[in-house]
């Protein structure tokens, strides 16, 4: 089994910051890529940011230079700072993994069960 579990999602005024964190436990083999992704009301889900274990993030466009992602392998979390927050970025937030279990032989999609965030005044 494994979860991912993520943290730190609310109600944020415009302009401000939030920090999110996601946590992958169970019976994690290895980790390849983690990530974000979010779903805004009435729209589909869209990529955030992925960053590979060993590199750097890449980004959206839509959101590159506000977000960043990084993470901490030791830990098998990945965070994501969001800073100038607009009310389009109030969306559900999902953390992504690819990783590979210890039963298996290859690696899979995993989904976090994802934190709203809402940006109103």
């Known amino acids: 089994q494994v979860q991912l579990v993520e943290s730190g999602g609310g109600l944020v005024q415009p302009g401000g910051s939030l920090r999110l964190s996601c946590t992958a436990s169970?019976?994690?083999?290895?980790?390849?890529?983690m990530g974000w992704y979010r779903q805004a009301p009435g729209k589909q889900r869209e990529l955030v940011g992925i960053i590979p274990s060993g590199g750097s993030a890449n980004y959206a466009d839509s959101v590159k230079g506000r977000f960043t992602i990084s993470r901490d392998n030791a830990k098998n979390t990945v965070y994501l700072q969001i800073g100038s927050l607009k009310p389009e970025d109030t969306a559900i937030y999902y953390c992504?993994?690819?990783?590979?279990?210890?039963?298996?032989?290859?690696?899979?999609?995993?989904w976090g069960q994802g934190t709203q965030v809402t940006v109103s005044s």
């Open positions: 169970g019976d994690i083999f290895s980790i390849n890529a």
């Open positions: 992504y993994a690819l990783l590979r279990r210890r039963t298996m032989v290859t690696f899979s999609n995993y």
